[in-house]
């Protein structure tokens, strides 16, 4: 693809609405050609990864990204780029590199993160200069493997989330398909083939110099918490930009498996009734990531029978099903996904039963902590800072559960929270009487100081999640976008 471009200096003025439409167009175009000819392999995207717009683009999504703080193996962040180096200086000579061949990745930085369960998760740290070329890549590849990726896959695509896939898994249970496959897949992101993952970028991608990039990317190596540096021969480092787009790459292994099989998704319904009557299974799956289960209308001994048929097709990208955590329940049992519980059980005045969604008892042992953590100590900062922080956990975790039957769960987190909020007041005033402590901070009976309020989880309203199926568009289709090439 040709393009005709201005210098980098000049887009690095442009408003970023302007570059976003600049690249838009790109995509569209990438999107369209993918979608017309489900066969074709793109042999020329390399220059448009250099192109300068791709890059300021890439360089503004690097700055804005909360990691933006943090500094890869090399000590430079995005603030020391700005600040010191000079981005265009920076882009200028990353251009320079990129369409000479020169540029290597380097290893990055391995961080462990600390886990609920009590184990850690490697998360890796990409220099910026990495993270950049990285963000320049997703900005091409995305659109074109965005047309392959079936509907059943959430994780890390633009617009669909994780309520959707849990609207999903909601009314599949509604709709007879009761006995459910949680799948769990050890180490994923540590664990993928690179001689499998690349092949399957291969069937879309044709130019030698943008897989020489991806593959380098994979092959960097890691910089580990001890300064040893090690060869990654598996698996793409949790936490770079372009890994999530990679995984779902190799994860598809997994929905084409499902979508081809009969009694999948790809069934007419008079196929799907006509097994029904048969007594044999349909299923249909539900992916978010690696987190995955696959709803099945049929039996339990139908579950166990695709649970090794799954685990022999994850074999081929090098990924394996853990024996433990992969589970075969009943809806009536309950099943657990994405932080949320999804069980069906007798609605109460009522002799029917309805699938219900609630909160995890896991997630709301979560937020207590957090609430807990921030209200341990540090009693010498003012109540105003406290409930800033606060508010700001609560309202991140209510926004995400707000869909389900969150009401009593939301009303005890607001009364936990004032409990907290209430003993650290005593603490931090230890001489002060009840009466004395609600005059300064609670006159009208809510936990005020300044501008600052105490925010009551239980005043938000539940909303139920629209399903939307499968008719979740593109932002590279949808009609009021779509123009002429």
């Known amino acids: 693809m040709n393009t005709s471009v201005p210098a980098?200096?000049?887009?690095?003025g442009w408003e970023p609405g302007v570059l976003w439409w600049r690249v838009l167009r790109i995509q569209r175009k990438l999107h369209r050609w993918a979608g017309d000819d489900?066969?074709?392999?793109?042999?020329?995207?390399?220059?448009?990864v250099c192109d300068p717009a791709v890059l300021a683009l890439a360089w503004q999504r690097v700055r804005t990204n909360r990691g933006a703080r943090s500094a890869g193996v090399d000590g430079e962040s995005a603030y020391y780029v700005e600040t010191v180096r000079g981005v265009q200086p920076f882009l200028s000579e990353l251009r320079r590199d990129l369409k000479a061949g020169m540029f290597r990745p380097s290893p990055v930085r391995e961080v462990m993160i600390p886990k609920p369960n009590g184990k850690r998760r490697r998360l890796g740290i990409a220099t910026v200069r990495d993270r950049v070329v990285q963000a320049a890549l997703l900005t091409v590849l995305e659109p074109i493997f965005e047309v392959d990726f079936l509907p059943c896959s959430y994780g890390f695509r633009p617009g669909r989330r994780a309520h959707d896939a849990i609207a999903e898994v909601h009314f599949l249970a509604s709709h007879s398909y009761e006995w459910v496959l949680e799948g769990d897949i050890e180490a994923c992101f540590d664990s993928i083939s690179h001689t499998a993952l690349m092949g399957r970028v291969r069937?879309?991608?044709?130019?030698?110099r943008v897989l020489a990039l991806v593959k380098?990317?994979?092959?960097?190596g890691i910089l580990g918490e001890d300064q040893v540096e090690r060869d990654s021969s598996t698996g793409c480092p949790q936490g770079g930009i372009l890994s999530p787009l990679l995984s779902n790459v190799a994860l598809s292994v997994l929905d084409e498996f499902i979508a081809r099989a009969a009694g999948g998704p790809a069934s007419k319904p008079w196929e799907r009734s006509k097994r029904r009557h048969q007594g044999l299974p349909n299923y249909r799956l539900v992916r978010y990531a690696d987190d995955w289960c696959l709803m099945i209308s049929g039996t339990n001994s139908d579950a166990q029978a695709l649970r090794e048929?799954?685990?022999?097709?994850?074999?081929?990208?090098?990924?394996?099903?853990s024996p433990e955590k992969t589970l075969i329940t009943h809806i009536d049992e309950g099943l657990d996904f994405l932080g949320f519980h999804i069980q069906r059980h007798q609605k109460k005045g009522a002799t029917k039963r309805y699938v219900y969604t609630y909160p995890h008892r896991?997630?709301?042992?979560?937020?207590?902590?957090?609430?807990?953590?921030?209200?341990?100590g540090n009693t010498h900062r003012p109540l105003a800072i406290l409930l800033h922080r606060l508010n700001q956990v609560l309202r991140g975790w209510t926004t995400y559960f707000r869909h389900a039957a969150s009401a009593k769960t939301f009303a005890y987190?607001?009364?936990?929270?004032?409990?907290?909020v209430w003993l650290w007041s005593r603490h931090k005033h230890r001489k002060s009487s009840w009466k004395e402590l609600r005059r300064l901070y609670a006159p009208s009976g809510v936990l005020t100081q300044g501008k600052a309020s105490l925010f009551n989880p239980a005043t938000?309203?539940?909303?139920?999640?629209?399903?939307?199926?499968?008719?979740?568009?593109?932002?590279?289709?949808?009609?009021?976008?779509?123009?002429?090439?």
Do not use: C, H
């Not at 069937?203 to 030698?208: A, E, S, T």
């Not at 048929?309 to 099903?321: K, P």
């Open 413 to 420: 987190l607001g009364a936990f929270t004032w409990r907290r």
């Open 8 to 12: 980098l200096e000049v887009m690095l």
């Open 216 to 220: 380098a990317f994979l092959k960097a």
């Open 460 to 485: 938000v309203s539940i909303i139920r999640y629209r399903y939307r199926g499968s008719d979740i568009p593109s932002p590279w289709t949808r009609p009021d976008q779509q123009t002429a090439a």
């Open 362 to 376: 896991a997630a709301l042992a979560a937020v207590k902590a957090k609430v807990r953590a921030l209200t341990q």
């Open 203 to 208: 069937r879309r991608i044709g130019d030698k």
């Open 309 to 321: 048929q799954i685990a022999e097709v994850l074999s081929t990208v090098g990924l394996r099903l």
């Open 38 to 48: 489900p066969g074709r392999r793109f042999d020329d995207v390399f220059n448009l």
